[in-house]
């Protein structure tokens, strides 16, 4: 299958009960996975699965909620306004929300 950046307008596939949504790559992720099997810039994404019930964060979001700058929380998968400098659910720095701190790229533990 191809990647999620097909043309603009194109539709996304349909998510089922429990899929989610990875907040650093954009893909749409089966419920059964604990992390991300997309692909960003030709490698694989591998971003944990984001902790969003714990944060009331929903695990699908309209493609058309995030404007040019807003920032996904990888911790909870939240989507942040471009001002915020820490997440408004989990309270996560952008720094530390946004960095590869919540990747698994196999036997690494994931703080």
Known sequence: GGGMMGPPGMAKPEARPGDW????CGNLNFSTRTKCNGTMEGESCWLAKPKFEQ???????SRDIKRPGD?????????????????NKCQLAKDEATSDTFRDEGDEEIE
């Open 21 to 24: 949504d990875c907040p650093r």
């Open 55 to 61: 944060y009331g964060v929903a695990l699908v979001k």
């Open 71 to 87: 920032w996904n929380c990888f911790r909870c998968g939240n989507i942040n306004f471009k001002v915020r400098e820490e997440c």
